[in-house]
């Protein structure tokens, strides 16, 4: 079993960035794809980006060009940078890791205002 956490949500203004991290308890090596999903009230929580072990990325149409998913497996830790954020991109952000089972954090809250 693996324990995610994410930390560098926040408030921020629209075309400015953030860097979202998620920190996992075991090694990360092994664990087949790490991703980062996005949830609004009202709407199902959705893809938007995800890094396979062999460092394979896949991102949602809608950060395409925007946004950078990174795998440290020396640190345990998976990112994303966020930049030009757009209002629509305000979210609770999850961390997700898939290993045999579907492991997820508790969510960081991303605000971006126009």
Sequence with gaps: QVQLVESGGGLVQAGESLRLSCAASESIFSIDVMGWYRQVPGKQRE???????????KYAEFVKGRFTISRDNAKNTVDLQMNSLKSEDTGVYYCNALWGLSYWGQGTQVTVSS
């Design 47 to 57: 893809l938007v980006a995800s890094i396979a072990a062999g460092g394979r990325t």
